[in-house]
């Protein structure tokens, strides 16, 4: 697994970026202070900036195609991916509609999104962004395939993580909260007075906020009982937090057209706070009374304030932050420094990006005991090795698919835990061989995604060890370990390899052989670890 030559800013920018493209290399190496021009770039992040992007988004399609029924006619195109940006009135229609909109239609708008977040990985000029938005979609996790009205309203669900993702955290999680499909899937629209759910609130404080180490249930039978820390906040939260929060959030709710008391709402998709839906018994949460509060959704900001503001909750942000981008298991140095930030900066607008800035720039993020320190998953696998070989990507339902047969199913993961980050879940055969299959069949085959010459941006005149060394050193930032390369060099004399191409002259059979070269060197060990 070590790679020989790596210079601590290419440590860096594989950590930054799911694959650093020649140009992101140049910088961090060749500029005095790269690595800070980069960072700052990225933190700086605008989509009106990145021109390309935006126009390979707006070119792409994806088909669409199902029969007619009584109230609807058949429909078989290829479709570009104008849903990302209805509103979500206009995403609304999709189930307003009822009986008038076929299923197909409603489950296009999760599929435009993974399209979409194919397109922006492999192409942005801002991959730490691309990265951080796939990271926030998990560790706010649901399922987007899951119904009809969250599947309908993934796009606007998606923008909350592209316009918050380095922003502040509390502002985020409210977006979070009133968003129409947190509220469906973690059943908090559904909540009454006479009856609050508990889902939303727990989740909330367990995988949102505090994390389940705080959660202290099974050790303390009611809330006087948890210690507290030196400002006299309780370290952790138990069930009766939980059934709190719960009596606080009651009453936020998504509009559905219904009837309560006098007023009718509209049926628009829209976040709604309902009084007749709000609870207003007893309610404590973290030692704070939050029943008495009456101003509308007040109780619920004071939820959202408590949990967003608890230390336990900037030690787990910031803990399942540097285990994205840094290491499986996070440097301390490196955690104390985050969670420092991250509370001190707990106002911040940019509160998020100030947190980013304090890992990017950090010792131990470009430390080679690091080096291969973070375990790559399927989807990070495949985008980074298109995007280091400057490829154009063209999502379909074959990648989707094959992607899917990995494990990582991509916002359809049910649980609201999100995908695993550690290793010991993909470190398995079925997923190993799926994702060597990926690597080796992007060029070709059904699941074909991947256009450009690999040919035009090799060396010229260069033999097969020659092809070997350039496409090591640009894909991995050095040379592999001893067995890898034998291996690489042992396939190259194969018929289909690249030394034999070479000696033949073909210049169709020199590119086949170096897209068989590169998918090989992504399917190595050096390649599975960042």
């Known amino acids: 697994m070590t790679v020989a030559g790596l210079t601590p800013e290419r440590i860096a920018l594989n950590k930054l970026t799911y694959g650093p493209r020649p140009s992101e290399v140049a910088i961090v190496e060749q500029v005095i202070g790269g690595l800070g021009i980069f960072v700052e770039q990225q933190l700086a992040a605008s989509e009106s900036d990145d021109g390309l992007t935006q126009a390979l988004v707006a070119a792409a399609t994806l088909p669409i195609k199902y029969d007619a029924s009584t109230t609807y006619p058949a429909v078989n195109e290829n479709r570009r991916l104008t849903i990302l940006s209805e509103t979500p009135s206009e995403l609304w229609t999709r189930v307003s509609g009822g009986s008038a909109i076929a299923p197909a239609e409603v489950s296009f708008a999760p599929y435009a999104v993974r399209a979409a977040s194919y397109i922006r990985a492999v192409n942005s000029a801002y991959p730490l962004k691309e990265m951080m938005v796939e990271f926030w979609h998990n560790h706010f996790n649901m399922d987007a395939f899951s119904s009809t009205p969250i599947a309908a309203m993934f796009p606007a669900y998606d923008r909350i993580m592209r316009q918050n993702w380095n922003g502040n955290f509390r502002k985020f999680l409210e977006a979070i909260a009133t968003s129409a499909d947190m509220g469906f899937y973690l059943n908090n629209a559904l909540s009454r007075a006479n009856q609050p759910n508990e889902n939303y609130a727990r989740e909330l404080m367990e995988l949102h906020t505090l994390g389940r180490d705080a959660y202290f249930d099974h050790q303390y039978a009611s809330w006087d009982l948890v210690p507290q820390d030196a400002s006299g906040t309780p ?177 359809n993961w049910g649980p609201p835990t999100g995908h695993p980050d550690v290793p010991s879940f993909w470190l398995n055969t079925n997923t190993t061989l799926k994702t060597w299959n990926i690597m080796l069949s992007l060029f070709s085959g059904s699941s074909a995604a991947v256009s450009g010459s690999l040919l035009d941006q090799s060396p010229k005149g260069a033999n097969g060890d020659g092809m070997i060394s350039y496409w090591c050193h640009r894909l991995l930032g050095g040379m592999p370990s001893a067995a890898t390369l034998i291996g690489l060099t042992a396939d190259a004399q194969d018929s289909a390899g690249i030394t034999t191409a070479i000696n033949r002259g073909n210049t169709t059979q020199i590119e086949n052989a170096l897209r068989r070269l590169v998918g090989l060197i992504g399917a190595t060990e050096e390649f599975s670890y960042r």
């Open 235 to 411: 370290v952790g939260f138990i069930d009766d937090d939980v059934f709190g929060a719960a009596r606080a959030l009651s009453g936020w709710t998504i509009a559905t057209g219904q009837k309560v008391g006098t007023r009718t709402y509209p049926n628009d998709g829209s976040f709604i706070y309902v009084p007749e839906y709000h609870a207003t018994q007893l309610a404590r949460v973290l030692g704070v009374q939050v029943g008495t509060m009456t101003q509308p959704m007040e109780a619920g900001r004071k939820v959202l304030d408590l949990v967003a503001f608890h230390p336990a909750t900037a030690l787990f942000v910031c803990t399942k932050i540097i285990r994205r981008l840094v290491a499986d298991t996070p440097p301390k140095s490196l955690l104390d420094k985050a969670v420092a930030k991250f509370i001190a900066a707990k106002d911040a607008p940019d509160q998020i990006a100030q947190v980013l800035r304090v890992i990017a720039l950090s010792d131990e993020i470009k430390s080679p005991a690091n080096a291969a320190a973070k375990f790559r998953r399927p989807y990070e696998r495949v985008i980074g090795l298109v995007r280091m070989i400057g490829a154009g990507i063209q999502p379909n339902f074959s990648l989707f698919n094959a992607m899917s047969a990995t494990g990582y199913v991509q916002f």
